[in-house]
Nanobody, 122 residues
Framework: QAHVAESGGGSVQTGGSLRLSCVYS????????VDWHRQPPGKQREFIAR???????KYADSVRWRWTISRDRYASTTYLQMDSLKPDDTAVYYC????????????????WGQGTQVTVSS
């Protein structure tokens, strides 16, 4: 069964940096894209960044030019480098892998991780 796990969260001060990692394993057959989303306290989950299988990337306006999504395909790992962090970036960060799996009958499905907490203090 497909499994996704995030790591790298923590507490930093305004202007600091963190790098989140997303490792996917198990029954993943073919990855189309990997997303990062976040859920701030008391708010809905929102899209942050995506990297496609061809390397193309997409970002939310709120993080464009501050953050970078990248990947190591051979390690089945996607990264989110977060620079110039602000208190508004405080949230639980989730990774989601859009992929065909051994149990998805040929369809692409999203598999989510459990999330990692990022707290930015002023």
């Amino acid at each position: 069964q497909a499994h996704v796990a995030e790591s790298g969260g923590g507490s930093v001060q305004t202007g600091g940096s963190l790098r989140l990692s997303c490792v996917y394993s198990g029954g993943i057959v073919a990855v189309d894209s990997v997303d990062w989303h976040r859920q701030p306290p008391g708010k809905q989950r929102e899209f942050i960044a995506r990297i496609f299988n061809n390397g193309e990337t997409k970002y939310a306006d709120s993080v464009r030019w501050r953050w970078t999504i990248s990947r190591d395909r051979y390690a089945s790992t996607t990264y989110l480098q977060m620079d110039s962090l602000k208190p508004d970036d405080t949230a639980v960060y989730y990774c989601a892998v859009n992929a065909r799996t051994t149990t998805s009958a040929g369809y692409y499905v999203m598999t989510w991780g459990q999330g990692t907490q990022v707290t930015v203090s002023s």
